[in-house]
């Protein structure tokens, strides 16, 4: 049993009460909503004649559903402006912020609450989402919920829930230049399997993410859950303090003091104990790419498709899985793989620093012929940022599409999908069967940096070779 | 408001497979929706297009069961309770599978739908059993952490915490929750960060 870490002092300062049940009550401090999770939770409050308690502590935005292209109202899909406009009267009825495209601050769920300020250490954050363990960067603790315990918290800002494990994940050490926060987390799943993080909360610790920018941490905590942890966390200290200061939502005058104090006071203790520890090392790192089905199915740039008959025996059959969907043998290098679209953006590498990596290697380039590329800021304001810094003209001249903020390709709810058995070059966090919208596209995930060299060769690149 | 899970018997459909996440449990394009209402008809859809009848899903002689047998890691991915409503809504009652996923566990006991654990080789046996003869009934049963098809009788596992929820017909935590107002806004006021100015 964990003991001394941020996870178990948040866990206990939130703590309502323990439940009949044996389970704990815990209280939700920021609960953000979106379009695709929430209309059924309101239905349920609505047919229950519930109040929603807090409505202060529910910030509301629209991403999935978004197009990127054209965002005139009412949307072309019917379904979409359906979701649209539910989303609305439940925000209007309820008296709940929201971040409407056009406000500004639109944008995707876990890319709007840290620009804002709103994402802070200590608190506990939910989000029908599964990628809400992004938040978990500013020592949060913070994971994805269903719709019904969406309207849980509507109905109460609390959750029933069975206290987690915590595994400290230690990589320490320099990254290799072209090695980038999404390629520490992909090799750490790649190591843990996609469902070694189930039960437990990741800690990450180590000298390499004490030396990462708050935007990449948020890289690598957005993609605990495709290791099977509901939540990930960093230890909050001077880069979460300066990122945070001066934001919207930020503590002002006296109270920021008091804040810096408190946030100090939540990280883990130097004698924690911990349900697990494991260790990596920067430095063995390479540029990593996904080849299969599941983002657990990863290698570096210069490895081979692995073969299933050496792996543990429980891999082998969902990698026989991942060769005939994928089409890709086993011992076939993965440089190489011609590719037909690449796509920059979603929560996990859609913001400024992202766009600003991409945009370093696209400068003096261009798309290859016939590859469709395009590039998503994660929010309106990374896309105002980045236009301001001349990155959008820096991609048109490359080639690339420079699209409004949302989630895009990364689920294809939206106009943005694969077509076909096309397969794409992403930046974002799932290459599921499936999931960029066609029910045979297929999917490689790695950094944006790495889509950028993909999407200007027309195959699988080191992006070293292009530094 | 909500009632007590303790036995549930019905035909059992295997669906082997490990790491099965939840946009192949229903794609993304079936959450365009604001109820989920429906859902039941897509569960699976594109796995089942690819196998062509040959999905179990599919397959006559499940049609109708209540108990799905899984293998690992099953709900895998993405938050959508659309997963679990979709499955539900086809008419499963109780999933039994090696492991699974935390969120799609989470979202099953706000259901109603207990997910129980089994080892890999009870639960491949349970699944062998069920195709050899689909018209056999499973029982399983909360109360013994068992689950019966003939003469296989597994043991199942899960938290004490949601085994309770079940048992106590507590699942839907809402009233108990919400019953807790004073004690809520007193752990609210007590945290800094609802007190600090923006």
């Known amino acids: ?13 939130h703590t309502v009460g323990t439940l009949p049940s044996g389970q704990t009550q815990l209280f939700i401090g920021l609960h953000l909503i979106h379009e695709v999770t929430s209309p059924q939770a309101f239905a349920m409050l609505r047919e229950r004649q519930l109040s929603v308690m807090f409505p202060e502590r529910t910030v509301a935005t629209v991403d999935h559903i978004v197009p ?16 649209m406009q539910e989303l609305e009267t439940n925000c209007a009825d309820y008296g709940i912020r929201f971040y409407n495209i056009g406000s500004g601050s639109q944008g995707i769920v876990h890319v709007i609450a840290p620009e804002q300020g709103l994402t802070q250490p200590g608190m506990t ?37 069975a206290k987690l494990k915590v595994r400290k994940v230690e990589v320490n ?59 990930g966390y960093v230890n909050p200290d001077a880069v979460t303090f300066e990122y945070l200061r001066g934001r919207d939502a930020a503590p002002k005058a006296a109270d920021w003091e008091k804040a810096v104090g408190w946030w100090t006071c939540l990280r883990s203790d130097p004698d924690a104990e911990y349900d697990d520890v494991v260790v990596f090392q920067a430095e063995d790192i390479e540029p990593t790419v996904t080849w299969g089905i599941t983002p657990g199915q990863g290698i570096g740039i210069s490895e081979t498709v692995p073969v299933a008959a050496e792996m543990p025996p429980e891999e082998q059959v969902i990698a026989e899985e991942a060769y005939q969907y994928m089409d890709l043998a086993a011992g076939t290098p993965i ?55 001349g990155l959008d003209k820096i991609f048109e001249a490359a080639g690339f599409e420079w699209r409004n903020a949302g989630c895009s390709m990364c689920l294809a709810m939206n106009p943005d999908k694969l077509v076909g058995r096309q397969i794409s070059a992403s930046s974002s966090n799932r290459n599921f069967k499936g999931r960029q919208g066609s029910s045979s596209g297929r999917t490689l995930l790695m950094s944006p940096a790495m889509v950028v060299a993909a999407a200007v060769t027309g195959q699988v690149t080191d992006v070293r070779e292009l530094l | ?150 003469d296989l009788s597994i043991p199942l596992h899960m938290g004490d915490g949601p085994r309770q929820m079940f048992l106590s017909g507590s699942w839907d ?25 923006a």
């Open chain 1, 173 to 231: 050490g320099t990254l290799k230049p072209g090695v980038y926060a999404k390629d520490v987390i992909l090799h750490i799943i790649r190591k843990l399997g996609v469902k070694g993080g189930v039960g437990y909360a990741y800690e990450f610790a180590g000298t390499t993410f004490e030396r990462m920018s708050m935007e990449e941490r948020m890289t690598v905590c957005n993609m605990s859950i495709e290791g099977g942890a509901r939540c």
């Open chain 1, 335 to 389: 440089k190489g793989t011609p590719v037909d679209v690449c796509f920059v953006g979603s929560c996990t590498n859609g913001r400024i620093s992202d766009l600003r990596e991409a945009a370093t290697v696209a400068k003096g380039r261009h798309v290859a012929a016939g590859i469709t590329a395009f590039v998503v800021p994660g929010s309106e304001r990374v896309k105002q940022q980045a236009e301001a810094e």
């Open chain 2, 1 to 150: 408001m909500t009632s007590t899970v303790t036995t549930l018997t019905g035909r059992g459909i295997p669906l082997t497979g490990n790491d099965i996440d939840t946009d192949r449990i229903i794609p993304a394009r079936f959450l365009k929706c604001v109820t989920f209402d429906g859902l039941g008809a897509h569960a699976f859809e594109d796995d089942r297009i690819q196998r062509q009848g040959e999905h179990p899903f599919d397959q006559p002689q499940y049609q109708g069961a209540e108990v799905l047998v899984v293998n690992r890691n099953f709900g895998c991915g993405s938050s959508r309770e659309h997963a679990p409503q979709a499955i539900a809504k086809w008419g499963i009652k109780a999933l039994i599978g090696e492991s699974f996923a935390e969120i799609f566990f989470g979202n099953c006991v706000a259901m109603g739908i207990p997910c129980l654990t089994a080892s890999e080789a009870d639960v491949k046996a349970l699944q062998g059993a069920i195709a050899t003869n689909p018209q056999r009934t499973v029982t399983v049963d909360l109360t013994t952490m068992t689950a019966t098809c003939d």
């Open chain 2, 173 to 197: 935590a809402t009233g108990q929750l919400v019953a807790q107002a004073d004690q809520i806004r007193t752990t609210a006021a007590n945290l800094p960060y609802t007190r600090w100015s």
């Open chain 1, 125 to 161: 954050i939910a989000c029908g989402d599964s990628h809400t363990s992004t938040h978990g960067a500013f020592g949060a603790i913070a994971f994805g919920i269903g719709t019904s315990q969406v309207r849980d918290v509507l109905a109460s800002q609390t959750l029933a829930l």
């Open chain 1, 68 to 83: 990127t292209d054209s965002q005139a109202r009412p949307f072309g899909d019917s379904l979409a402006e359906a979701m």
């Open chain 1, 1 to 13: 049993m964990s003991h001394g870490t941020l996870f178990d002092k948040v866990w206990a300062l």
